[in-house]
């Protein structure tokens, strides 16, 4: 296989992408890494991108990851996933001037980047398929909700915590402060849109989780997502979408793939869960024609 740096314009900036060419024939569908889980750079988390791509590559699939505007080696200024349609645009018709056979596209990413797919994947007909990865749909009654549910109620269950109880090294005011708000967080239903909510606003509705649905719901193709057992993130979409009829039927009308992952964190940081994710995601991009 082979990797080239190309550099490509996006609304007057430059950004600056890595095209993984498998040699021979390649597959005529490719993945597009959109990087996430907060500020990062084409290379992603523990170099996550880097190896998937060539992972991907060596199955014959063509991939291309690149960085955002204000990110990495590109120009401009970073606008948050909220606002990143021009730069996932962007990338996308240079991958498919510089891939030769290429015909259609997945979009992969985590956390953030899962919002920013949703987002835009429905606006362009190039994108047949979605690799999800802990979305992220955070409001601030939802993490009230999952720190409740996910954090305090666990801890009960911790021999580590009575230990501390009984040797008189726990706080019990301290921790009561802190479940009474996010009680009060809970119950207010106030929702603290991260971005602030001022793009993406045609889907419709002001909090985050309503504008993911709508995009959800719009985009037509097979969708593998992957939540881990071992995050916060993870924690607050299912919670989502137990509690929230329209979600789950939603997505019972889709073509799902959906994977647990028990032992696994927010960004897959174990060689052992990197090469699970990325064997799940080749498995699912065979399954599909």
């Not at 889907?203 to 939540?227: D, H, T, Y």
């Not at 919670?239 to 073509?255: F, G, P, V």
Request: proline fraction near 4%; charge should be neutral; aromatic fraction near 12%.
């Amino acid at each position: 296989m082979s990797e080239t740096a190309f550099s490509f314009p996006c609304d007057g900036d430059s950004l600056v992408g890595i095209l993984h060419q498998p040699e021979g024939v390649a597959q005529t569908r490719g993945v597009l890494f959109v990087v996430g889980g907060g500020p990062q750079y084409r290379a992603g988390g523990h170099r996550q991108l880097t190896l998937w791509s060539r992972h991907l590559c060596a199955e014959g699939y063509p991939v291309f990851r690149f960085d955002y505007r204000g990110m990495g080696d590109a120009h401009g200024s970073f606008r948050g996933f909220e606002d990143v349609g021009a730069d996932i645009r962007a990338a996308i018709d240079h991958f498919f001037a510089i891939s030769p056979g290429l015909k259609e596209l997945v979009l992969w990413g985590e956390c953030d980047a899962s919002s920013a797919i949703l987002f835009y994947a429905h606006r362009d007909p190039r994108i047949k398929g979605l690799v999800l990865l802990n979305p992220w749909v955070r409001t601030e009654e939802g993490e009230a909700k999952a720190i409740l549910r996910f954090y305090y109620l666990q801890r009960l269950l911790e021999p580590s915590f009575w230990r501390k109880v009984l040797s008189l090294r726990f706080n019990p005011f301290a921790s009561v402060k802190s479940a009474l708000g996010l009680m009060q967080k809970a119950r207010a239903g106030a929702q603290n849109v991260s971005g602030g909510g001022s793009h993406n606003e045609d889907l419709g509705g002001s909090s985050l989780p309503e504008r993911l649905f709508a995009g959800f719901n719009r985009f037509a193709g097979p969708v593998m997502l992957v939540l881990s057992g071992r995050d916060l993130i993870a924690r607050e979409f299912e919670q989502l979408i137990e509690t929230d009829s329209n979600w789950q039927q939603m997505l019972a009308s889709k073509a799902l793939t959906r994977h647990d992952f028990a032992e696994g964190d927010h960004t897959f940081s174990s060689a052992a869960q990197r090469n699970q994710v990325v064997t799940w995601g080749v498995d699912w991009l065979k399954a599909w024609p």
